[in-house]
């Protein structure tokens, strides 16, 4: 194949003249690369203290600006002064469930915590939820089961588990030896699958809570998800609320129009506090266009991409609950963190940015502390609710969100 005759233009001519060549030169063509940024990346560890933590001035002097560089290793005295920030919150003071700070991790993104034990400081965390844990074993969904999106992922692992008596024997002994609560997660197609869970849990050394993650289909109602429906919500929670005196969280839908009544269902029923939000249903296609690109055809859509929708429902759910809330959806730094608590969440779950930044929750926690203290702050309990209106405002389902 011949070579593309270059074509001079009167502007070559020009600076040739211009520079003394007798010929034009050839034009250097600077290709054009077109590159997309990951929405969720690796944090650079090389601007990170010894412990993590962010200098400080203590004593007369001010807090230095977060922003600025961190010390190699932080002094006797800022030490002192960051641990005399209470980060422990009371998640369920009438069962015991105290936790250290309010950083934890969310379920189905650290395993069940002995994973991570090589690269992170369990310890350190706030508390595990562990694995989404069903009655019995099972395979999960045919691949492909993982992509990335735009801004954070799809999954449809489909609840590959071990099933509970697995779980037990074999990390219960783990658990039993931390000081990290661990919560387990758990899931089921009827009530009587939640209610056996639960009891088997109940009274395990080393398991401080359960997590029901209502958003599976109820086989009893042509399988309508619990977190849909109020009454099948009520029902689950009250069911596993007599079955067991462990610490109970539930999980709450984000695929529903009006989150609110739910949510008071599930308070009334007897759940210890509400965790929000699950992932966002969605879809992706194949390469070619010819199919859904995941085995199941949809998946739970995670990452940054919902921390609007999830603050959304953190801050609609605190308007008519009393029970703490935690928020989850896209935390992938102290702002996430911040901007859940304004909302109304007394802890947070980070989920997904854990692949990228395994380290990311351990951090967090040092970086909560610190900005405690930069606001001269005890505790981070007067960051909870700050952006919560004095009165109970309309929901977005009522179409607030659209008035002119």
Do not use: H
Not at 29 to 35: D, E, L, N, Q, Y
Not at 45 to 71: N, Q
Not at 259 to 275: C, H, L, M, S
Not at 284 to 309: E, M, Q, W
């Amino acid at each position: 194949m011949k070579a593309r005759k270059k074509v001079v233009t009167a502007a070559d001519v020009r600076l040739a003249k211009a520079t003394g060549q007798s010929k034009p030169a050839k034009a250097k063509r600077t290709p054009t690369v077109r590159t997309i940024k990951s929405a969720i990346v690796p944090v650079d560890r090389s601007a990170r203290s010894f412990s993590g933590r962010p200098r400080v001035e203590t004593g007369s002097a001010a807090v230095a600006d977060l922003g600025a560089p961190l010390a190699a290793r932080p002094t006797l005295v800022e030490r002192e002064a960051l641990d005399r920030i209470d980060l422990s919150i009371e998640l369920a003071p009438q069962r015991g469930l105290r936790l250290p700070n309010p950083i934890m991790v969310a379920s189905g993104t650290f395993g069940y915590g002995v994973e991570y034990g090589e690269v992170v400081d369990v310890q350190r965390l706030g508390a595990i939820c562990c694995k989404g844990t069903t009655l019995r074993p099972r395979a999960g969904n045919p691949p492909p089961r993982v992509t990335e999106t735009p801004g954070g992922m799809l999954n449809s692992i489909g609840l590959q588990n071990p099933g509970v008596d697995a779980v037990i024997e074999k990390y219960g002994p783990v658990w039993q030896g931390w000081k990290v609560p661990v919560i387990v997660n758990v899931a089921g197609e009827s009530i009587e699958d939640y209610v056996e869970v639960a009891r088997r849990l109940d009274g395990v050394p080393g398991v401080a809570g359960i997590e029901l993650n209502i958003s599976c289909p109820n086989v009893g109602k042509g399988g309508l998800q619990f977190a849909i429906d109020r009454d099948a919500a009520r029902a689950v929670t009250a069911a596993v609320r007599r079955a067991t005196d462990l610490p109970l969280l539930v999980k709450l839908s984000p695929n529903v129009a009006d989150v609110r009544p739910i949510a008071k269902a599930i308070e009334e029923a007897g759940a210890d506090a509400i965790t929000a939000i699950n992932t966002l249903s969605g879809l992706a296609v194949s390469a070619d266009r010819t199919r859904a690109f995941l085995g199941n055809t949809y998946g739970g859509l995670s990452g940054p991409a919902i921390k609007p929708v999830a603050l959304r429902i953190v801050y609609e759910v605190a308007q008519v609950v009393s029970i703490p809330i935690v928020g989850i959806g896209g935390v992938t730094s102290l702002a996430d963190v911040l901007d859940f608590m304004a909302c109304g969440a007394v802890a947070v779950q980070v989920g997904t940015a854990i692949f990228a930044d395994p380290e990311l929750p351990v951090r967090l926690g040092d970086e909560l502390r610190a900005e405690c203290l930069r606001r001269g702050l005890s505790s981070c309990a007067p960051l909870v609710g700050t952006a919560l209106p004095k009165r109970t405002g309309a929901p977005s389902a009522k179409g607030a969100e659209y008035r002119p």
